[in-house]
């Protein structure tokens, strides 16, 4: 059961285009969220986070979109740039589930020159 | 701030063999240290969390008595993998936060590789 799902695996973006990258996830009790970027065997970077009590939280470069009806998030990256070719990570958590996360599976971005 | 440490980053080891991972937060007490194995090209899977001074608390599915987990103190904690086998071969990674529900701040994870 995936309760955290980013479905589109892979995406390729000119630079200084946007990137926008999903995640759908079905557990109404998740109430804090975030992204994180990911090279290959290293661990994950802390992107950007967003509570439920809100839907839109923005921080340089990058802005998460919460859309709580719909159980659907979004990060935007404007102007994408090379160096931010990578695994991009959502996760959700909930306070009744001791604020453990549960990660999605993963979009791998590609930002072409 | 806000960095995790990891060590080793790399081990191969014999089957049958234990291997002990250490995870530190170099700057800040860790209320909780989280562990997690990504197989490849798959996401990040929690199996287990850890409070300084409790037991740890496992995921489903993951047993306890093969990745012993020890919160010794508010920056340490180690991941014992147990009579490994070749299967336990995975990426492990720690994370650690101040206080829930603060952000989880990651290691740069341990390739293990048992032969």
């Known amino acids: 059961d995936q309760q955290v799902k980013q479905n589109s695996p892979s995406l390729s973006v000119q630079e200084g285009r946007i990137s926008i990258l999903n995640c759908d996830y079905t557990n109404s009790m998740f109430d804090y969220f975030l992204w994180y970027k990911k090279y290959p065997a290293e661990g994950p970077t802390f992107l950007i986070s967003i509570s439920s009590i809100k839907d839109k939280n923005e921080d340089g470069r990058f802005t998460v979109f919460l859309n709580k009806s719909a159980k659907h998030l979004s990060l935007h990256i404007v102007p994408s740039q090379p160096g931010d070719s990578a695994v991009y990570f959502c996760a959700a958590s909930a306070a009744s589930g001791t604020y453990k996360y549960i990660f999605g599976t993963g979009t791998r971005l590609k930002v072409l020159a | 701030g806000a960095v995790v440490s990891q060590h080793p980053s790399w081990v191969i080891c014999k089957s049958g063999t234990s291997v002990k991972i250490e995870c530190r937060s170099l700057d800040f007490q860790a209320t909780t240290m989280f562990w997690y194995r990504q197989f490849p090209k798959q996401s990040l899977m929690l199996m287990a969390t850890?409070?300084?001074?409790?037991?740890?608390?496992?995921e489903q599915g993951v047993e306890k008595d093969k990745f012993l987990i020890n919160h010794a103190s508010l920056t340490l904690s180690t991941l014992t993998v147990t009579s490994a086998h070749p299967e336990d071969s995975s990426f492990y990674i720690c994370?650690?936060?101040?206080?829930?529900?603060?952000?989880?701040?990651f290691g740069p994870g341990t390739r293990l590789l048992v032969l």
């Open positions: 994370s650690a936060s101040r206080e829930t529900p603060e952000t989880q701040y």
């Open positions: 850890s409070n300084e001074g409790s037991k740890a608390t496992y």
